[in-house]
């Protein structure tokens, strides 16, 4: 019979996980697939976080205004795959991106809500603090600087942005969560979107699941799930779910996503996606180790959704899959050797189970692939083995002989494995080598006992008395903290128990190096290489590793951890990208708060988190391009001006006297430089940026060859208060280009018209007298959804001539069908108009069986339109769409028409001239 144990000579404190910490502390989330949004925000994808961007995007949802629009897709976060992060309603690790339009209230590590909100919404995201005054006001404090206008109202408990342009993002669809069982909103959704003039552009449509936490306490979590965006006129995103509620408070979100669905406003499909995942069980306990078993929470938790493929539909049942593979195993690491009878400090967050469930492979359709391979963060951490003094004050880490606690800067030593048999004796020796560690050469040993056999004839067995076995070292005596100490040479264990016989294994606790290695791997993962195949080859060319030790000393990690907030990132100060085999490298280095003398004292220690903004994620200070022989043959350094904003404020309650303070970029400068032979040619870019509203006021470019080339922009806040006022802060008014000092151009956009908020004409500045000014464009005419209708060209000093086009809007004014030039709106009579637009229209709400008729009725249209005698005069071109895909037929001025023809899965397919002959011609072939 074997019996394992073990017998420890010090103290250990054992930590229980907090993961399922929600089911012990009252406290429920909502939102599991929105908490991963925070991943992107606070690691981002960036070279200086070692997180690779991996994307595959699905489909885009236009609307009236180009700067307005929804893309819909799905990437992919390591650090979102780890044993503690939920999967999402996509899969493990992944998210769908453009859909999960939040604003999201982060929660620390036992659930607790923060002041930590995170906003995602169609491209922009960022971070701020939502805090309370003195007074009890609520007000935000940006994390990321940036051109939106974020406010929040009390009364509602919701958020409005305003974007760059003055469009009008409402965030007052509000769920509800559970913390210490007191309700609270964890998420802001986004209902709708609306332009300056207050159209609607985007309207957001959500399923919405309530229900009751367990343990009877009456308490509801409500959960939203985007089903529906609609682009008024224009079409619609379609999002199909399965919903599980045995999945509540486990490691999945409840909603499974099943289909995202691209549909015109006649509700026909153009696109579809379908989602293939199931639940996999995962393991985070080493079975080599037979003390370390499961977590003793319910094991179904480790159950995670996964995301096997993706499939693409186009109008057919044909489809293209994309597939995933993941890794199953722990990283090859131990990250410490281990005793086999017991699970070690801290086992469930050793760093090698961050390789379980990472993705490993992408196949797509063209039957490439690209591979990832992961490994765990590496930051730096000074580390001592020596005893600050009494009274003394270090910032070090003081690693304890003793106490087996650090992986990176400690091992166990195996000192042998001994036999013992009570028959023999009761005791035993081993011989001890000095610990190099120790200077009296003292060890601190732990040992696993392992009994083959048990007698049953010793004096102290009798009847009744159940037979055990067991062994104690002997120590040498005790050091000051009362922990036992085995000096050099010959040591003694004692059998105890009614008697046996099996083998003692002694090992010692011992410093990796000396000094301590200055490091701490873990806190997620970075990516460690890149491959592409083709044919299941590697192409080498395309290879791409990379490396994260400091450029001056390659045996020390250039990652830098902050710890100021539970989600605060690796940030690495230098990174190389070395491409293939002997192919090359790139060197890039990152600034952080260590680089910033704002940021540190006489002695150069970090006492402050000035530029908190801007160097947190790390900003890029130079990069260096080399050969395959070492040889440097290009360089960019750039160069940058802070000028700090807004107040001191604080991060956390608990960082107490640790305040933070943001600021903008006023300046910077790229130095380009590439190297030939001996000679360095170097252009130089200079970019000057207004703090108010972080627009660019100026670009200077020194060419290679000595040229200045200069250019000066002004913004509404110069020239338009009225735009200003309204949230529009980037349209350009004036952009005025020299040349080595001499003006070359200098035009200027003029918004005269208070009725709405579109340019009204463009003027040219005669480069010899600035005080003279030529009208190049006069936009006469705006429809009520902002398209342009009529304009004219090089009119006269009275506005009164030029050259006239019309522009008439159909498909519901969403897309132009006929284009008139040389007449005004006036000119053309409205019966004509409201034959085309009428026709564009039932085209463009026709369903599948009759949209090939409604077509041909809108080119006959067209076309006599085109010839109506009224109209003889002018020169004009028709269009007809199928829409969300792309033109379909284009009739010139001479009446030859071009039409173009799709495939099933959308894609330009052929152009066919008026003869019907194919001139073009586009094929799509996939290796299988």
Same mark, same amino acid.
């Given at each position: ?521 873990? $806190? #997620?993962?970075?990516? &460690? *290489?890149?491959? %592409?195949? +083709?044919?299941?080859?590697? =192409?080498?060319? /395309?290879?791409?590793? @990379? ?69 947190? $994620? #790390?900003?890029?200070? &130079? *990069?260096?391009? %080399?050969? +395959?022989?070492?040889?440097? =043959?290009?360089? /960019?350094?750039?160069? @940058? ?288």
């Amino acid at each position: 019979m074997n019996k394992l144990n073990c017998l420890i000579v010090f103290l250990l404190t054992f930590f229980s996980g907090s993961l399922f910490s929600q089911v012990a502390d009252g406290s429920y989330v909502s939102a599991p697939s929105a908490s991963s949004v925070a991943s992107f925000i606070d690691a981002p994808i960036a070279l200086s976080t070692g997180v690779p961007d991996i994307t595959a995007p699905f489909f885009s949802l236009s609307t009236r205004n180009s700067e307005v629009g929804l893309n819909i897709g799905i990437s992919y976060h390591p650090n979102n795959s780890g044993k503690k992060q939920r999967a999402s309603d996509v899969g493990a690790g992944w998210s769908l991106y453009g859909s999960t339009c939040i604003i999201y209230r982060e929660t620390a590590t036992f659930g607790q809500p923060t002041d930590f909100y995170n906003y995602n919404f169609l491209g922009k995201n960022g971070k701020f603090l939502l805090k309370t005054s003195d007074s009890g006001g609520k007000y935000i404090i940006p994390l990321t600087q940036s051109k939106l206008r974020i406010s929040y109202n009390e009364t509602e408990n919701s958020f409005q942005i305003i974007d760059e342009s003055g469009n009008t993002y409402f965030f007052d669809v509000k769920d509800m969560a559970v913390y210490n069982n007191t309700g609270y909103t964890s998420c802001y959704y986004l209902s709708k979107v609306k332009d300056v003039l207050q159209n609607d552009l985007l309207l957001f449509n959500y399923r919405i699941e309530t229900y009751m936490i367990p343990g009877g306490s009456n308490q509801y979590v409500t959960s939203f799930k985007l089903i529906k965006v609609t682009s008024p006129d224009i079409g619609s995103l379609d999002f199909n779910y399965d919903f599980n509620t045995a999945l509540f408070n486990k490691m999945s979100d409840p909603f499974q996503l099943h289909t995202v669905e691209l549909k015109s406003k006649a509700g026909k499909t153009i696109q579809k996606y379908t989602l293939q995942n199931e639940l996999w069980p995962y393991t985070y306990h080493d079975t080599n180790i037979s003390s370390c078993g499961p977590d003793s929470w319910d094991n179904s938790l480790y159950e995670k959704r996964v995301l096997r493929s993706v499939r693409k539909y186009g109008n057919s049942t044909d489809f293209e899959q994309t597939s995933f593979e993941y890794k199953t195993t722990p990283f090859d690491e131990n990250y410490w050797a281990y005793l086999k009878c017991q699970c070690m400090y801290n086992e469930p967050d050793n760093p090698k189970y961050w390789g379980i469930g990472l993705l490993n492979t992408i196949q797509y359709p063209t039957g490439g692939k690209t591979r990832y391979e992961f490994e765990p963060n590496a930051y730096f951490v000074k580390k001592t083995h020596v005893l600050p003094s009494l009274g003394s004050f270090s910032t070090d880490a003081y690693i304890t002989p003793y106490l087996l606690e650090d992986r990176d800067a400690q091992i166990l030593e195996d000192i042998g494995t001994f036999s013992f048999d009570s028959h023999n004796a009761n005791t035993g020796t081993f011989q001890l080598s000095a610990n190099p560690d120790d200077a009296q050469g003292n060890s601190y040993l732990l040992y696993c006992v392992n009994v083959d056999v048990l007698y049953t004839d010793g004096p102290i067995w009798g009847p009744g008395i159940t037979p055990t076995a067991d062994v104690k070292l002997i120590s040498g005596g005790y050091d000051n903290w009362g922990n036992e100490i085995f000096v050099p040479g010959t040591n003694t264990f004692q059998v105890l128990g009614t008697g046996g016989a099996g083998t003692v294994n002694v090992k010692r606790i011992r410093y990796k190096s000396l000094p301590l290695p200055n490091y701490t791997t873990g $806190n #997620g993962v970075r990516i &460690k *290489k890149i491959e %592409f195949l +083709a044919n299941d080859v590697v =192409v080498d060319s /395309e290879t791409r590793s @990379y490396s994260y030790q400091k450029f001056n000393d390659n045996t020390l990690t250039s990652g830098i951890y902050h710890g100021l907030i539970d989600n605060d990132p690796i940030v690495y100060r230098n990174v190389k990208e070395t491409i293939g085999q002997n192919k090359g490298y790139v060197k890039y280095y990152f600034k952080t708060f260590e680089d910033s003398p704002d940021n540190l004292d006489a002695e150069g220690n970090l006492i402050s988190k000035m530029h908190y903004n801007l160097l947190r $994620n #790390g900003l890029l200070d &130079k *990069k260096e391009i %080399f050969d +395959a022989a070492n040889t440097m =043959v290009a360089k /960019e350094e750039n160069i @940058y001006e802070f000028q700090p904003i807004g107040g001191l404020y604080q991060i956390d309650a608990s960082t107490i006297g640790s305040y933070n303070k943001n600021s903008v970029i006023t300046k910077q400068t790229n130095i380009s430089t590439s190297f030939i032979g001996s000679d360095a040619i170097s252009a130089t870019t200079e970019s000057v940026r207004r703090p108010l509203d972080l627009n660019i006021m100026s670009k200077k470019n020194i060419t290679a060859e000595g040229d200045i080339i200069e250019e000066k922009y002004t913004y509404p806040r110069d020239g338009s208060i009225r735009l200003w006022m309204v949230g529009i802060k980037d349209h350009l008014l004036t952009t005025e280009t020299k040349k080595n000092g001499v003006i070359l151009s200098k035009s200027q956009t003029l918004y005269d018209d208070t009725a709405h908020y579109y340019p009204t004409s463009q003027l040219g500045y005669l480069p010899d007298d600035l005080t003279k000014t030529v009208k190049n464009t006069i936009y006469d005419i705006y429809d009520d959804k902002g398209n342009m209708v009529q304009y004219r060209t090089f009119p006269d000093a009275t506005d009164s001539a030029g050259f006239p086009v019309t522009m008439i809007w159909g498909y519901h004014k969403t897309m132009p069908i006929a284009k008139i030039e040389g007449a005004k709106l006036s000119d053309i009579p409205s019966y004509l108009i409201d034959a085309i637009v009428n026709a564009s229209n039932a085209d463009a709400d026709a369903l599948p069986a009759t949209e090939a008729a409604k077509e041909n009725d809108l080119i006959a249209a067209l076309n006599t339109f085109r010839n109506d005698t009224a109209l003889k005069s002018f020169i004009i071109t028709g269009y007809t769409y199928d829409p969300l895909v792309g033109m379909t037929t284009m009739i010139s001025p001479g009446g030859l028409t071009e039409k173009y023809r799709y495939d099933s899965f959308n894609r330009l397919q052929k152009v066919i001239n008026t003869n019907g002959v194919t001139v073009k011609e586009y094929k799509y072939n996939y290796k299988n």
